[in-house]
């Protein structure tokens, strides 16, 4: 178990959107090639459109698939239709989980509005999976901890901000989630202090993947998960 029963010193390597590097982001082979080269955890990202949780990134689809415009705009047939990568189409959050190894753990990532009421009632069947659930939203990540407690979240910050803490202390955080250029040591020593596991995100050179370990970091998110050799470095 990745985020479960993590024990302290080890630094998780997690796949970010699947394998971005390597595969299509957010996709089911990539998720599967992720679990392949023996990841502990896979990232991805959620959003809300036509009663499903669909698992892109972006809110539009030119980027990652042969659509267009937004999400909400097109309606479920067609974003079942699209090519999201090497002809496979946008994953449901549910397809996601299938397919996954329970041994691997699962961070969900709420991206779209409106995302924590459907995940915390969609993820009550899923309660004995490895999950994290993070966002950059605060007040969706509160909302989902409100519903679903029992699975361990984490605020995801890409600046420093004075009241991370407060933030963390808020949604009672698992993990505080940095962007690797604001991951100091001092932070991730008080990150430790108070309670918090600290996951880093998006690391691909191996040189600061290794510098990350040292300071004990316990996660590193990376779009090469072949690339880069986390999983059982310690500090
Ligand atoms: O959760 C880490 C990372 O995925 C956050 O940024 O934009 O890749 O979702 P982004
Ligand atoms: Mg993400």
């Not at 669909?54 to 809110?59: N, P, R, S, T, Y």
């Not at 047939?77 to 946008?90: E, K, M, Q, S, V």
């Not at 605020?155 to 949604?171: E, I």
Request: with cysteine; glycine share 8%; aromatic share 6%.
């Amino acid at each position: 178990m990745a985020f479960r029963n993590h024990q302290s010193g080890r630094c998780l390597t997690i796949g970010h959107r699947g394998a971005a590097g390597l595969a299509a982001e957010n996709t089911l082979p990539g998720f599967e090639l992720a679990a392949r080269l023996g990841v502990d955890a896979v990232e991805l990202d959620i959003h809300w459109a036509h009663g499903a949780l669909w698992v892109i990134h972006d809110a539009t689809l030119e980027r990652t698939t042969d659509g267009a415009g937004a999400l909400e705009d097109s309606d479920f047939n067609t974003l079942r239709r699209l090519d999201a990568g090497a002809g496979a189409p946008i994953p449901l959050l549910e397809e996601v989980l299938a397919v996954i190894p329970a041994s691997i753990g699962i961070n969900i990532e709420l991206k779209g509005k409106g995302c924590a009421a459907p995940a915390a009632a969609m993820l009550a069947t899923h309660l004995e999976r490895d999950l994290l659930v993070s966002s950059f939203d605060y007040g969706e990540l509160q909302r989902f901890h409100r519903l679903r407690p029992e699975i361990p979240v984490a605020p995801l910050f890409s600046r420093w901000r004075p009241d991370a803490w407060r933030r963390a202390a808020q949604v009672e955080a698992w993990s505080i989630n940095l962007a690797a250029r604001i991951a100091t040591d001092a932070r991730i020593n008080v990150a430790h202090e108070r309670g918090f596991k600290v996951l880093v995100y998006t690391v691909n050179d191996p040189a600061d993947a290794a510098r990350l370990t040292r300071s004990g970091v316990d996660g590193l998110f990376t779009d090469f998960p072949n690339k880069i050799e986390l999983a059982s470095a310690t500090s």
